[in-house]
């Protein structure tokens, strides 16, 4: 079946550094890729949509400029947090749609958890 | 604006026990409903998804769910838990349209199923 690899799986730094965070579609391609992010004991919430060729779309709230999302091929996004603070530790996870298969869910990469001290 | 709320965020049945997890949601226009499934230490698995006709969905697993649109529901349901089926349940919603990659979740329900 689809998957999708999402790299680190856990990353812990200090305080004001950038990490970046890789999500591959191993075996299709995806046009369009999305990064969620889940607090403690809460839900996933859309960060953005992240677009082959084009510029993301960030979610109302998200500050684009802290998130910086690159999606240079059709079956790789980048998601980089800049100069990162202990408020920005959580899990992060991405999903891709498969651009070939027509009105099909997502599929999801197993999430990343960084710890910022 | 657009919302899913899960009614229960802890649930502990005995092997074999019916399940029926609920799901409302909030949305104007076309919807789309999915319940995902999260094993500990997986990602996310889909296991159904609604997107129009029949509003009884069978899923994978044994799972299944009624899309109940003047309810705004969508629970999911099993007659019969395993042991297995200890995990958390994930249901989503995103809008028709090219926005339908775009998913709002629930805040989950957590699953312990005692042999």
């Known amino acids: 079946g689809a998957v999708v690899s999402q790299h680190p799986s856990w990353v812990i730094c200090k305080s004001g550094t950038s990490v970046k965070i890789e999500c591959r579609s191993l075996?299709?391609?995806?046009?369009?890729m999305f990064w969620y992010r889940q607090f403690p004991k809460q839900s996933l919430m859309l960060m953005a949509t992240?677009?082959?060729?084009?510029?993301?779309?960030?979610e109302q709230g998200v500050e684009k400029d802290k998130f910086l999302i690159n999606h240079a091929s059709l079956t790789l996004s980048t998601l980089t947090v800049t100069s990162a603070h202990p408020e920005d530790s959580s899990f992060y996870i991405c999903?891709?749609?498969?651009?070939?298969?027509?009105?099909?869910?997502?599929?999801f990469g197993d999430g990343t958890r960084l710890s910022i001290l | 604006a657009q919302s899913v709320s899960q009614h229960n965020h802890h649930v502990i049945l005995s092997e074999a026990a019916s399940l029926e997890l609920g799901c409302n949601y909030s949305y104007g226009g076309t919807v789309n409903l999915f319940w995902y499934v999260q094993y500990p230490g997986q990602h996310l698995q889909l296991l159904l998804k609604?997107?129009?006709?029949?509003?009884l969905v069978k899923g994978i697993k044994g799972f299944e769910a009624e899309f109940i649109k003047s309810k705004f529901s969508f629970n999911l349901r099993k007659p019969s838990v395993q042991w297995s089926d200890t995990a958390e349940y994930f249901c989503a919603a995103s809008a028709g349209g090219t926005s339908y990659g775009k998913l709002t979740f629930g805040q989950g329900t957590i699953l312990t199923v005692h042999p």
């Open positions: 075996d299709f391609q995806a046009t369009t």
């Open positions: 609604y997107f129009s006709g029949d509003p």
């Open positions: 999903s891709a749609l498969n651009t070939g298969s027509g009105n099909q869910p997502q599929h």
């Open positions: 992240s677009n082959e060729g084009s510029k993301a779309t960030y």
